[in-house]
């Protein structure tokens, strides 16, 4: 007879399987699900140890968070200097900044607290969002003219530093790169832009990440961000694979407490092509039940908000000069036949239409050198296609992870200042994708937005930007479908929908618990439902603790 089962009883289990979409028990046994449904399918189990905590609530696949960055346990350890309001890992509201005055005053605050000489960084600023003027090298210089100062954009493609900083990084007003912004006289701003100039910063300044690096605590503190939401498998979309980086993760989801599974990408950008090669089948042989590897990176260009994104004519909407090419076309063509051929699923950063037209386009071309059933390759971000792009990529079997977030926290500054209403109407075009049978997921890029799978469904349900202006009403979803993408549809993309994202035999037993039903509230309310617990594995860790 068998023993160990545990039987968990809702009022209600959402399956996202749609062979059995609806149950009232879930039965656990040695982390996985061994039964689905009600009382009679029970009965036939044998002995069970009822878990009836969740009785009132519930119960939905543990949500999957497809494009995250485990660094946003890391930024935690800096000053928060964005416009919106952020919870941290404690629960605690850190307040949003609406002016540069009140960015400056922060970082003077930060400065005073901290008794070294070594860089001040801050995270999150994010200008276009501020009427009049951005920050600029003199405004840094009046916070420390000692030690370098380090401001990271929310979009993660820019920074902003102080006269320390250039002088560390050899960055001088004759200094020729892509992405050193100039005032009209020529003289630098101290802004930044693109990962080759972000790179030298982080090399010669702040030697240890974006923010701080990837560590033990680091993680801790996105395990508790992820658990406050639902999360049980996240990414890390965006990784060097050093021998250091995979420890950290080894040590992490080894540990009995630890709440999320972890699905690194290797970011190609690290790599020359047959090194990188060589680095993924190692990698795919480290792979446990709590640590999928065989993800591949690529990033084409860069953030629309940011003006660094690619454009197709017309462009930006302000004029702005078009965006960076992070990958050029000819090099991006290479590296994913390269990967392509090796087995590897790309996930490839495009916000420019530009960029996605072009990864479109060398993805079609290694399907014609080397046709690969079920590659599952995935535009990530994917913001700005039409509808002859989405058929397009439709017909090449490719993915979408698509950053439905941007509607809210940018719709209004894309109307404004990057788009122009017509365009932004079919951003993040969710709608689009479903009626097209696009296989795809919504994301949050934490730290970009914040890690929370029920807000980023209901921008997609919803489609309000943060001043309340409904932006491309034909591009709604139904709330089933926004469950779909945070579920089943982001495990499909991650090519792990076999043993993650719905509720079935033989998967993990991988749960949010929810207050509510999200069929039975209305959709506006979608973003405030509760989640009371996570389950990983059968394991229960409270939202809250």
């Known amino acids: 007879m068998r023993s160990g089962i545990v039987v968990f009883k809702a009022q209600r289990v959402l399956t996202m399987n749609p062979s059995q979409p609806f149950a009232t028990h879930v039965a656990v046994m040695a982390g996985r699900i061994l039964a689905v449904g009600g009382e009679a399918e029970m009965a036939d189990l044998g002995a069970f140890e009822t878990d009836d905590r969740f009785a009132g609530q519930t119960i939905l696949p543990g949500f999957v968070e497809g494009h995250s960055h485990l660094f946003e346990g890391s930024v935690w350890r800096d000053p928060y200097i964005g416009y919106f309001d952020r919870r941290d890992p404690d629960g605690n509201i850190a307040p949003g900044l609406r002016s540069i005055s009140a960015v400056v ?3 003077r605050q930060a400065a005073q607290a901290e008794s070294t000489n070594g860089p001040l960084v801050a995270w999150g600023f994010d200008p276009i969002h501020i009427e009049g003027r951005g920050l600029d090298v003199a405004d840094l210089d009046g916070v420390s003219s000692v030690r370098p100062v380090v401001i990271t954009h929310a979009s993660g493609h820019i920074m902003n530093v102080n006269s320390v900083a250039l002088r560390l990084a050899g960055l001088e007003r004759d200094t020729d790169m892509d992405g050193m912004v100039r005032d009209q006289a020529g003289a630098l701003t101290g802004e930044l832009r693109g990962f080759d100039l972000l790179g030298r910063i982080r090399h010669t300044v702040s030697a240890d990440g974006l923010s701080r690096k990837l560590d033990q605590d680091s993680m801790d503190r996105f395990g508790r961000l992820a658990r406050r939401v639902g999360v049980t498998t996240a990414t890390d979309l965006v990784s060097d694979m050093s021998d250091e980086t995979i420890a950290v993760y080894q040590q992490a989801s080894n540990a009995p407490d630890f709440p999320i599974r972890i699905v690194p990408a290797m970011a190609a950008r690290f790599y020359r092509i047959e090194p990188g090669l060589a680095r993924l089948d ?10 999928f590897f065989g993800l591949v990176k690529l990033h084409v260009d860069g953030s629309i908000q940011g003006f660094t994104a690619r454009m197709r004519w017309p462009g930006y909407h302000n004029g702005a000069p078009n965006g960076l090419w992070y990958l050029a076309p000819t090099e991006l063509g290479e590296v994913i036949e390269a990967y ?19 990864a479109v ?5 290694a399907l014609i050198a080397h046709p690969r059933p079920d590659h599952r390759h995935t535009l990530q971000h994917c913001q700005m296609p039409d509808q002859a792009l989405y058929r397009r990529i439709k017909t090449l079997g490719l993915c979408c992870n698509i950053f439905a977030n941007h509607v809210y926290y940018w719709g209004e500054a894309h109307v404004r200042e990057t788009m122009g209403l017509a365009r932004a109407m079919r951003m993040d075009a969710c709608g689009t994708a479903l009626r097209l049978g696009i296989p795809f997921a919504i994301h949050s890029d934490a730290p970009i937005t914040p890690i929370d799978p ?7 349900v919803m489609r309000e930007t943060a001043a309340g202006r409904v932006l491309g009403e034909g591009e709604r979803i139904s709330v089933e479908a926004a469950l779909h993408a945070i579920t089943i549809g982001a495990a499909y993309t991650l090519k792990l929908d076999h043993v993650i994202g719905s509720i079935e035999v033989g998967k993990f037993a991988d749960f949010a618990v929810l207050r509510d039903n999200p069929l039975e509230v209305d959709p506006s309310l979608l973003k405030n439902i509760e989640v009371v617990a996570t389950v990983r594995g059968g394991k229960v860790f409270a939202a809250a603790a």
Do not use: I, P, Y
């Open 282 to 291: 190692f990698l795919r042989r480290q792979s446990t039940d709590m640590l």
């Open 340 to 358: 392509h051929r090796a087995g590897a699923v790309l996930h490839m950063h495009t916000n420019g239409d530009e960029a996605t037209e072009a």
């Open 105 to 107: 005053d922060r970082l």
């Open 361 to 365: 386009d060398m993805v079609e071309r």
């Open 454 to 460: 029920l807000f980023t469904a209901w921008c997609a």
